[in-house]
């Protein structure tokens, strides 16, 4: 009965496991990535068509 309540610690991940942490973590910073260079292109599009509607050239 004692032996139910004792569990052993959980095995340290493999390399299969670790591999798959890795490219979650590479995925989710891709992701962050790919939405901060579409909102800097957004800006600078917004930037450009300000601009031009104020008739300032390049």
């Given at each position: 009965m004692t032996d139910d309540l004792i569990q052993?610690?959980?095995p340290p991940p493999g390399p299969a496991e670790e591999a798959e942490?890795?490219?979650a973590r590479?995925?989710?910073r891709a992701?962050?990535?790919a939405v901060l260079?579409?909102?800097f292109v957004?800006?600078?599009f917004a930037i450009s068509i300000?601009?031009?509607q104020?008739?300032?050239g390049g």
């Open positions: 052993a610690p959980p942490l890795i490219r590479q995925r989710s992701t962050v990535m260079l579409g909102l957004v800006l600078v300000v601009k031009i104020l008739g300032h």
